[in-house]
């Protein structure tokens, strides 16, 4: 459904992301999990085009993404949650949803979305700034979601958010996926909560999986071994 292949891209003349092939099925969680610096935004800015790709081939059902703005991008299914959320903090918990809407919703946010995340609906009219920031994550893929993708980039979630509110994000998710039979790409450092969410993980280290398997089969200590080095 969302395949990737011999995707290249970096910063000036430095290489980041080497040679990454990653196909996921529809309705699928991944977890790419890694250290800082192994690459993880590195490689969501590229699957979004906010960094140029050095070559390689992103498809979203058969359809090739390379080449096309970010805008283009999220019409086409994708969506972004960015690390630090980067929610508009001037702008109302509505209005930001509002900035995800197509035009076609006239403004209107779908119940739905309030339904996995009611606290956006008690506080609509309060200011993003002002929320927690367990509150902003949740608003952050509230608005991604308002854009109706098929497939969602979350880069480090659960980073700064207290482990409460990292369980009702995992479970947000997870219902979300079942309702919207959404694709879930998930990077983060936190081995528990993709513990609880992912049907299948990855490590990244130096721009390069380095390990995969199913959840069924995940080894925790490999992988707990990778983000601890
Ligand atoms: N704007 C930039 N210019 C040059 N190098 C960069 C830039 N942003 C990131 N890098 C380098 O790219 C590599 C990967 O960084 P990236 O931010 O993708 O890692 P990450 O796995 O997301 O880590 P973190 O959890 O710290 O965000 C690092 O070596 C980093 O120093």
Known sequence: MFNVTSLASGYGQSEVIHDINLKVDKQEIVAVMGRNGMGKTTLFKTLMGILPMRHGSITVDGRELAGME???????????????????????????I???????????????????????????????????????????????????????????????IQPS????????????????????????????????????FLVIDKGRFVYEDQRANVDAATISRYLSV
């Not at 809407?101 to 779908?110: E, R, T, Y």
């Open 70 to 96: 970010s805008h283009q991008r999220v019409a086409s299914g994708v969506a972004y949650v960015p690390q630090g959320r980067m929610i508009f903090p001037g702008m109302t918990v509505l209005e930001n």
């Open 98 to 160: 509002q900035t995800g809407l197509p035009a076609s919703a006239n403004g209107k946010v779908p119940d739905e979305l309030y339904a996995l995340f009611p606290v956006l609906f008690d506080m609509r009219s309060r200011r993003g700034g002002n929320l927690s920031g367990g509150q902003q994550q949740q608003l952050a893929i509230a608005r991604a979601l308002a854009t109706n993708p098929k497939v969602l980039l979350l880069d480090e979630p659960t980073e700064g």
């Open 165 to 200: 509110i990292i369980k009702d994000i995992a479970k947000s998710l997870k219902e979300i996926r079942k309702l919207r039979q959404l694709t879930i790409i998930v990077s983060e450092q936190v081995l528990s909560f993709t513990l609880d969410i992912a049907d299948r």
